[in-house]
């Protein structure tokens, strides 16, 4: 659990809070923008290889995280910088465009509200310090890609495999998890998945995931080490049924509705960072495999 014994400061969680909800006002545009600025270079690509003229498409390089500056869908009125501020000015703009009234959606603030809480979280746990900064800057992807695979069902190459690779460096340099540990992480994380895909396909003739999936359980495995992947699959294939039914029931679709797994896996990630030996150590003594202490 965590440890309040020796928690960081309240300013120090509090510089935290507000930190992160500025990010997370950031977030909330890649989160948009990413796959549309995907979706450009796809179709860029495309016109390219079919040799088709695309001087009538635009300029699809001013669309990028920077570019255009934020603005309301509808109206088009530019966001001033008092309206952009993060939860607040949800909060005084009432949840509408100050110009058009048009309702903002309450997602914004509550990833901000989500950003602020998952860093300050790990702050809390292991303080201002490399490892501290490290898991906050894993929980931060890990919540981006959840959103980006619950809109669009995709995972990024430009956030998964740079995850991967962080988490590899993290563990060959002030990481707990020794390096040959996370290795094989990532290498049985990928195999593991992709060898599932393979074997469904094969009986079904269906992909039952994506490559993303794959790419995302190697890099939580470069996190965690191999020893947490068991647990990770078993826990996302917990809270996939759990959530995933109750978002059918809810929302009255056909059970054969296509459904991300990376959010599933994503929150399997973070409980087994934050509580995975002691779920282990649980298991194991419930089990009979261990002795009690």
């Given at each position: ?92 703009l ?50 981006i ?34 390096l ?38 190697a ?71 261990s002795?009690?202490?």
């Amino acid at each position: 659990m965590f440890d309040f014994t020796s928690a960081p400061s309240f300013v120090l969680l509090a510089s935290t809070g507000l930190l992160a909800l500025l990010f997370g006002s950031f977030f909330n545009v890649v989160i948009y923008r990413l796959p549309k600025m995907m979706e450009e270079n796809w179709k860029r690509e495309c016109r390219l290889i079919l040799e088709q003229d695309s001087s009538d498409t635009g300029n699809d390089s001013d669309f990028n995280l920077a570019f255009p500056h934020s603005h309301c869908p509808r109206c088009e009125a530019p966001v001033r910088a008092w309206q952009n501020i993060p939860v607040l000015s949800y909060l005084i703009l009432g949840g509408k465009c100050a110009s058009c009234k048009t309702a903002i959606s309450l997602r914004y603030p509550l990833i901000e509200l989500a950003t602020a809480a998952l860093a300050v979280l790990a702050i809390w746990q292991w303080g201002a310090t490399p490892q501290g900064v490290a898991m906050v800057i894993f929980s931060w992807a890990l919540l981006i890609m959840t959103m980006i695979d619950i809109d669009h069902q995709l995972l990024p190459d430009s956030l998964t495999l740079p995850l991967l690779w962080l988490g590899l460096t993290f563990n060959s340099t002030v990481g707990s998890v020794a390096l040959n540990d996370a290795v094989w992480g990532a290498i049985g994380g990928y195999l593991s998945l992709w060898s599932v895909y393979w074997l469904f396909k094969l009986v079904t003739g269906k992909e039952g995931m994506g490559f993303g999936d794959f790419k995302l359980l190697a890099a939580l495995g470069a996190w965690l080490g191999w020893q947490m992947l068991p647990l990770i699959i078993l826990l996302s294939s917990v809270v996939g049924a759990v959530l995933g039914g109750t978002v059918l029931m809810l929302q009255r679709k056909d059970s054969n509705v296509t459904i991300p797994f990376g959010p599933y896996l994503a929150i399997a990630g973070w409980i087994a960072l934050y509580w995975g030996d002691q779920l282990v150590a649980t298991y194991m003594q419930i089990s009979g495999l261990s002795p009690a202490p």
